[in-house]
């Protein structure tokens, strides 16, 4: 087939390698004219790490990021609100820090060179019915057997799939950026600090990039979006006072905060549900298809699972109008239920609700280590919760090298 892809991040990065390697032609539209990475670093579940293992890229992988073992978050105070390994739900099993740089580098090296990349070339529009795509500049492109969006949850062409169910800005944010790891003790540990539900901190191992040796921290710092503004006036040096306040025992690693404000990346998010992921020669994969709250770490780990579905859908399916339905159904029945716990768990830790926080606190931990909560807990953290009640089967070969990994 003739596809197109709109979008040149994880999920069109993913989608261009999968569909490629199966002997299709296509062409990829990115908006920018120099592609990178955006945001500082992510936690990639064991599903995502399947992914990659069938893209044959895993062993690049865990040799850039940082294994992580335990999600561990507390209160000033010393009380513990979240405590949960990946090896109660199943042993060598972890989750996989890595900075966004360094995947999206991993993903562009391996990428097909009978692909081509259209960067500077914004998609404006896209005709569902005739495959058929307009760039910013005017130009017609197609017609394609099938065009996927994959332009982030900022979609400029879900509307095209027809009325949605939810599409909304969370009010809250984060800001971001990377730190060197130092002497910090919790190596393998997604550690976070929280006050109430309006502070939140964060301190992700992702490992390293590139040619840079060292070992890196994501820090992420939740406010919200309509606080940016003033959070910047009030200046750097009032804003690591209240840090350090917080998280007294980080304060060797926020001493590597950065001097200007403007070098913290924005990050802000979107609330979308779909009624329809796919219509005519149009479907959507990614934040385009499905964007929510970052609260359970999912977002490049949908991305890459979408990616799979559609790449096996067009395998089962020759014909685009049967492929289409089989791969949105096969994808529902597995972010539906991240739909609705990210709804549910972000105003636990985002938002003004002191007294929901309260809750929370008193509640949170307890309610997680019950016998059947804390394998529901486990089994959506490790993104295989399918449905209420349901699990996705966790690759054995991911497994087998992990395993080798930790050797």
Known sequence: MHIAIAGYGSAG????????????????????????????????????????????????????????????????????????????????????????????????????????????????????????????????????????????????????????????????????????????????????????????????????????????LSFFWSLPTSDFDAWRERGMDTWRSELAELWPEAREVFDGLPADPADLARASYRDAVLKRWHHGRLCAIGDAAHAMSPQLGQGVNMALLDALALRDALRAEPKIEAALPRYAAERRAHVSSYQLWSRWLTPLFQSDHDAIARLRDLLFLPLSRLPGSRGQSLSVLSGIQQGLFGRRRINPGLLQHLERHQR
């Open 13 to 216: 990065q993913a989608a261009s390698l999968l569909l490629a390697r199966d002997g299709h032609r296509v062409e990829v539209f990115e908006r920018v004219a120099a592609p990178g990475p955006v945001g500082a670093g992510f936690l990639l579940q064991p599903t995502g790490m399947g992914v990659l293992l069938e893209l044959e890229l895993l062993d690049a992988a865990l040799q850039l990021g940082a294994p992580v073992r335990r999600l561990f978050g507390d209160l000033p105070n010393g009380r513990r609100i979240m405590d949960m390994r990946y090896a109660e739900l199943q042993p060598d099993l972890c989750g996989l820090g890595m900075q966004r740089g360094a995947l999206f580098q991993l993903l562009h090296a391996a990428r097909s060179t009978a692909t081509q990349l259209h960067f500077d070339a914004p998609v404006q529009s896209v005709e569902p019915e005739l495959g058929r795509l307009t760039t910013a500049d005017g130009r017609q492109h197609g017609p394609f057997d099938l065009v996927i969006a994959a332009d982030g949850s900022g979609s400029q062409l879900r509307d095209a799939l027809g009325p949605q169910r939810l599409n909304r800005p969370y009010p809250w944010g984060a800001l971001w950026c990377l730190l060197p790891a130092g002497d910090w003790p919790y190596a393998d540990e997604l550690r976070q600090r929280y006050r109430g539900a309006r502070r939140m901190i964060g301190l992700l191992p992702v490992g390293r990039r590139g040619a840079d040796p060292s070992p890196h």
